[in-house]
T-cell receptor
Framework: DTAVSQTPKYLVTQMGNDKSIKCEQN?????MYWYKQDSKKFLKIMFS???????INETVPNRFSPKSPDKAHLNLHINSLELGDSAVYFC???????????FGSGTRLTVV | SQQGEEDPQALSIQEGENATMNCSYK?????LQWYRQNSGRGLVHLIL?????REKHSGRLRVTLDTSKKSSSLLITASRAADTASYFC????????????FGGGTRLMVKP
């Protein structure tokens, strides 16, 4: 009965590969997010998505793309992986425009 | 650059003592939230304070917000070893999408 679940938990891949990280929430929340946490623990918003609107942080390279098959899922697809993409990626969800987030446990991506 | 900046970056105290962490931000906000992150885990929402509120309590947590100084503080009273974690403030702006901007975090260590 995990609220926000991400898979895989760990992902090691070579430069240039394409990979996806999956996220599912069973809270009935209307908005989902992807955040990147770097080695210094800074968290940076990548995307915000609900049924009506995708908001993209303009600093995110277009190699990153969110894909939402339904309101309970927001997957992250990454093309042509680079060394600098190594980080922990967190999925989160919230209800409404000003609620607290529920985070997944993170996916540690290592690009070699 | 980060919207929120926590101070101090690291804090070490003895069990039973109080821990105070501060957060400063730069732009107008809708709300400010505090999260805890244990090592290797996702973030857990602790408390949300809206821009028209000045103080909020939840158990051993007390949060204050001073919008004139663009600052907030998180006080943990009677700390326990289990409180050892990183604590992040996050600001919800007036923009659409409820995207939170996180500070760099305070690493709290509570020694038994």
């Amino acid at each position: 009965d995990t609220a926000v679940s991400q898979t895989p938990k760990y992902l090691v891949t070579q430069m240039g590969n394409d990979k996806s990280i999956k996220c599912e929430q069973n809270l009935g929340h209307d908005t989902m997010y992807w955040y990147k946490q770097d080695s210094k623990k800074f968290l940076k918003i990548m995307f915000s998505y609900n049924n009506k609107e995708l908001i993209i942080n303009e600093t995110v390279p277009n190699r990153f793309s969110p894909k939402s098959p339904d309101k309970a899922h927001l997957n992250l697809h990454i093309n042509s992986l680079e060394l600098g993409d190594s980080a922990v990626y967190f999925c989160a969800s919230s209800q409404g425009n000003s609620g607290g987030y529920t985070f997944g446990s993170g996916t540690r991506l290592t690009v070699v | 650059s980060q919207q929120g900046e926590e101070d101090p970056q690291a804090l070490s105290i003895q069990e039973g003592e109080n821990a105070t962490m501060n957060c400063s931000y730069k732009t107008s906000i809708n709300n400010l939230q505090w999260y805890r992150q244990n090592s290797g885990r996702g973030l857990v929402h602790l408390i949300l304070i809206r821009s028209n509120e000045r103080e909020k309590h939840s158990g051993r947590l007390r949060v204050t917000l001073d919008t004139s100084k663009k600052s907030s503080s998180l006080l943990i009273t009677a700390s326990r070893a289990a409180d050892t974690a990183s604590y992040f403030c996050a600001t919800g702006g007036l923009n659409a999408g409820n995207m939170l901007t996180f500070g760099g975090g305070t690493r709290l260590m509570v020694k038994p």
